[in-house]
Each structure stands twice: as structure tokens, then as C-alpha cells.
């Protein structure tokens, strides 16, 4: 094996220092307050007032640098834990038993009046600015100038795990088979890139929970989601400032908007 020569001396400093173990650990075991708001999501959408409830306005997606820039909306109240978006994405991609590139975290709130369990589905969040692509000292996980996935060069990687560290999402695993990091990669090379435009995860859901497009299409069902005053609008870890490309509302089965799905491919 040809050994590759890093110069770690003149490495720049990626800011891993702001997302230690503990941190980390604590993120995959927070859930969902109760509130609504998850691990500390900001707000992109407010109800009461209308001049900045729109998210291109705010710090995440004022830009739309990529076409397509590919995102995902999250409706975490329709998720009800089938996992199917966890076996499609397995099967589509290979992913081994024990590893994941999207999983479906579980949150009971025993105090809560009614529904006591929440579901919150997550995966890559294709961050605009992606610390993972920072840390790793080979280049081997990067951001498309194209679509914006964040991928994974599995010929380049060394098995450092340095984007593993940075990632405040918990997005990645070590892939023994081929001695490299994976993870989601919006099925690019899977679905998208063969004409396909839905992910598996979103393709296989039951009850729209998952909803992928284009947000730099004001026609766009995703571009449209995000950026409506109806409905609170957040994302994950906005203080690790990374600009997420994935979504989340607090929707429910309440109404037409809520209920409506993304037509199923085969």
C-alpha cells in the first residue's frame, strides 16, 4: 500500500475544537424538546411576522449557490417509525447491518398530553458549509460544485475518521468492507444520476414524512415547504454554523398541505 505523506505541521485548523465527544454523544441523546425545537434548532420561519418569516432570508439558505441544490424537508409529526426509509436506503446503497446513512431517532416525552413518542429521522445534512470536508486531510469527502451533496472519494480516503469527528450530526461510519468512511450521499450515484428524482428514503415513505427536491426552485414542493409562514421551520445544530441543506417541521395530519406526498417512482 502506497503510503500518503501528510504534512500535519501546515494543516489548517478546521474548528474541530467545537465539537467534542461529549457534545456528540449528548446530540444522539437529546430527541426532541418539547417545544419543538431539536438540539437547539433555530427558527427559519416565524408566524408572527411575516417580513422575516422567510428562510432565504435568513443565515442557513440566503444563497442557493448550486442548481440543482438539491435539500430535504423533514415533517417529523407524519413520521411513524416503519424504518422503510431505513431499508430502502440500505438495499439501494449496500449499507452493511451495522452501518447507516440515515437513521430514526426516538424520543418519548412522558409528561406530554397525548402523543408521548416522536420520531425524527436524520441523516448527511449536505451543509453548505460542511466541516467534514475541512477535516479530512486527503480531500476525500467534498461538496459538488454542481449539486452540493457533500460526497465520499473512497479511493482518497485513509480511514482517519478526522470527518467523523467533525460532523455534528453523527452522519458517517466507518465502511469495513471497503476500509473507508461512507454515508449519505442523496443516493447520487444510486438514483439521481440515472434520472431517478427522489431519493430511496423519500421514495419509499408512506406518509410524506420525507420530501426532496430542488430549493433553488421557487416551484420546487421543497423550495415552497421551507420557505411558507404557516408552519415553523428549523434546522439542526444551527451554532455550528455549517448551513444545513435538510429541514425540519413540526407537521401534522392536520391538514391537505400536511398530507400531501411526493408521487411514488418505481
Not at 155 to 182: Q, S, T, V, W
Request: charged letters at 30%.
Amino acid at each position: 500500500m502506497k503510503q500518503i505523506n501528510i504534512d500535519l505541521d501546515n494543516l489548517k485548523d478546521e474548528g474541530l475544537d467545537s465539537v467534542s465527544g461529549m457534545e456528540r454523544r449528548a446530540f444522539m441523546k437529546i430527541g426532541l424538546a418539547i417545544t419543538g425545537l431539536f438540539a437547539g434548532g433555530k427558527l427559519l420561519s416565524v408566524i408572527s411576522n411575516v417580513e422575516e418569516a422567510f428562510a432565504s432570508e435568513s443565515d442557513f439558505v440566503e444563497q442557493y449557490p448550486y442548481r440543482p441544490h438539491y435539500s430535504m424537508m423533514i415533517r417529523q409529526g407524519l413520521c411513524i417509525d416503519c424504518e422503510r426509509c431505513v431499508e430502502a436506503c440500505r438495499e439501494t446503497n449496500e449499507v452493511p447491518d451495522y452501518g447507516y446513512r440515515t437513521r430514526v431517532l426516538r424520543q418519548r416525552v412522558t409528561d406530554a398530553i397525548g402523543r408521548q413518542r416522536e420520531f425524527i429521522p436524520i441523516l448527511c445534512n449536505h451543509c453548505n458549509e460542511p466541516s467534514c470536508t475541512r477535516a479530512c486531510p486527503t480531500k476525500a469527502t467534498y461538496k459538488d460544485k454542481t449539486t452540493g451533496i457533500v460526497m465520499m472519494d473512497r479511493k482518497k480516503c485513509i480511514g482517519c475518521k478526522m470527518c467523523i469527528l467533525a460532523c455534528p450530526y453523527e452522519a458517517r461510519y466507518f465502511n469495513e468492507e471497503a476500509h473507508a468512511i461512507d454515508k449519505c450521499n442523496f443516493c447520487w450515484d444510486t438514483r439521481l444520476s440515472k434520472g431517478k428524482k427522489l431519493t430511496a428514503c423519500a421514495n419509499v415513505c408512506p406518509t410524506g414524512t420525507r420530501m426532496f427536491g430542488d430549493i433553488s426552485d421557487p416551484d420546487n414542493v421543497v423550495y415552497k415547504m421551507v420557505h411558507q409562514i404557516e408552519k415553523q421551520v428549523w434546522v439542526l445544530r444551527p451554532e455550528a454554523g455549517t448551513k444545513p441543506n435538510v429541514f425540519y417541521s413540526k407537521a401534522t395530519r392536520s391538514s391537505p398541505w400536511e398530507l400531501r406526498r411526493q408521487p411514488e417512482e418505481r
